[in-house]
């Protein structure tokens, strides 16, 4: 069952440009690729924070511009690949205790 969040979606997708041994390519501050061996390869639940550097994009058109950018420099099987992300609300133990802090 999907709950209603206001302005955040119950479910999101996103793409990602992932190599053949699921690492996710990263960009440095000029748009060139790092090195291969500092790739993404963490949980793909941690991403959110990462689209500043990693080929990591909400819109298909973004994530294709890029890997045809960049595409003769990855490995070849590299794939624009799509994920769906679930997002359910849980009970918060911690609900009412921003008041009694401080």
């Known amino acids: 069952m999907t709950m209603d969040f206001g302005d955040i979606d119950?479910?999101?997708a996103f793409f990602a440009v992932v190599t053949?041994?699921?690492k996710?390519?990263?960009v440095d501050d000029e748009a060139?690729?790092?090195d291969a061996t500092v790739w993404y390869t963490g949980p793909i639940?941690?991403?959110a924070h990462l689209s500043d550097y990693a080929l990591v994009?909400?819109?298909w058109d973004d994530a294709n511009a890029d890997y045809q950018e960049y595409r003769e420099k990855l490995p070849h099987g590299t794939k624009i690949r799509a994920f769906a992300v679930a997002v359910d609300e849980v009970e918060n133990v911690?609900?009412?205790m921003e008041e009694r802090v401080g």
């Open 57 to 59: 994009f909400t819109d």
């Open 32 to 34: 060139k690729l790092n």
């Open 45 to 47: 639940g941690t991403l």
């Open 94 to 96: 911690y609900d009412g």
């Open 10 to 12: 119950g479910r999101f």
């Open 20 to 22: 053949p041994d699921g």
């Open 24 to 26: 996710i390519p990263t």
